[in-house]
């Protein structure tokens, strides 16, 4: 697919350790986008400003100051292969700006969603990781053990809270594949987590307490169920900004035809810092 090219001076923020893989995607999009890397906090400025992961580094502040356009990059929604990232423009996840050039297009390659089920003996709390920047803030912990006992009441079902692997201790035994929880779950809940997205691919009704929630569209907000009937249209919003690590390409492509809207957005001052933290 052909696009215009860039007019417009993009720059990275890079870690001062760039080798990990996160930093070499950045990179790799940096130059395919004929962009400059700098140190994400000794940054000099630029037109578009591009970093990985949501932190308020100072590469960002700059962008939210100047109100320029930024892109943060992050691991994939889909299970794809190592290297797999997201693209968000103006925010991160489910509060990223949508990208209007898109529409009409074909959608890019993405899993089909198994039909809505029915059953299941118990309500799961996805937990995730307290320094997780997705989470805005929320303490973890107590929201997991509160939502539980709620949505245990309103569903007249026990719950489960499934930890995030990462929170478990050395003593603990691993979780099981969360697909294997799926035929017993009546619903899932969830505050902004991304297996909210395997969830409701597998047909599980599944609730996103959060709008930042990558899955906040096909969720309900509250403890409720809801199955609605346009998870094709999500998934083909969700295919966009989704890249394997050798489709950099098809990655530069996106941020083109996103990049005018993005900019006419900073310029309103219309980006998302809910949560933003150094």
């Known amino acids: 697919m052909q696009t215009k090219v860039l007019l417009m001076k993009l720059v990275a923020g890079q870690r001062d350790d760039r080798r990990t893989l996160s930093a070499q995607i950045v990179s790799n999009l940096t130059q395919t986008l004929d962009g400059t890397e700098q140190s994400r906090d000794d940054y000099a400025g630029g037109d578009c ?11 960002l502040q700059y962008a939210l100051d100047n109100k320029i ?4 990059l992050d691991w994939g929604y889909f299970n794809n292969g ?3 990232f997201s693209v968000s423009f103006n925010g991160f996840h ?12 074909a959608a890019r390659e993405h899993p089909r969603p198994e039909p809505w089920q029915d059953g299941g003996n118990f309500v799961y709390v996805y937990g995730q990781l ?4 997705a989470v805005r803030g929320l303490h973890v912990s107590p929201w997991m053990t509160t939502t539980a006992q709620l949505a245990s009441k309103i569903f007249e079902l026990p719950a489960k809270i499934r930890p995030h692997p990462k929170m478990l201790s050395s003593w603990e035994s691993s979780l099981e594949p969360l697909s294997e929880t799926f035929e017993e779950t009546y619903v899932a809940v969830s505050y902004t987590s991304s297996a909210a997205i395997q ?25 409720a169920i809801f199955k609605p009937a346009y998870r094709m249209e999500w ?7 989704n890249y394997r690590l050798t489709e950099i390409e098809e990655a530069a492509t996106y941020v083109k035809l996103g990049l005018k809207q993005a900019t006419k957005a900073a310029s309103l001052g219309r980006v998302d810092t809910e949560g933003l933290r150094v």
């Not at 356009?69 to 943060?72: A, H, K, R, V």
């Not at 489910?94 to 297009?105: F, H, T, Y």
């Not at 307290?130 to 920047?133: E, H, V």
């Open 82 to 84: 190592e290297g797999a």
């Open 49 to 59: 400003y591009i970093q990985w992961g949501f932190k308020l580094t100072r590469g």
């Open 94 to 105: 489910g509060l990223s700006m949508p990208v209007d050039a898109i529409e009409g297009k």
């Open 69 to 72: 356009p930024y892109i943060i």
């Open 235 to 241: 998934l083909f919003d969700l295919s966009w900004r």
């Open 199 to 223: 969830s409701v691919l597998a047909g599980v009704p599944t609730v996103a307490i959060h709008p930042a929630s990558p899955a906040f569209m096909v969720c309900a907000s509250g403890l």
């Open 130 to 133: 307290q320094n997780d920047r």
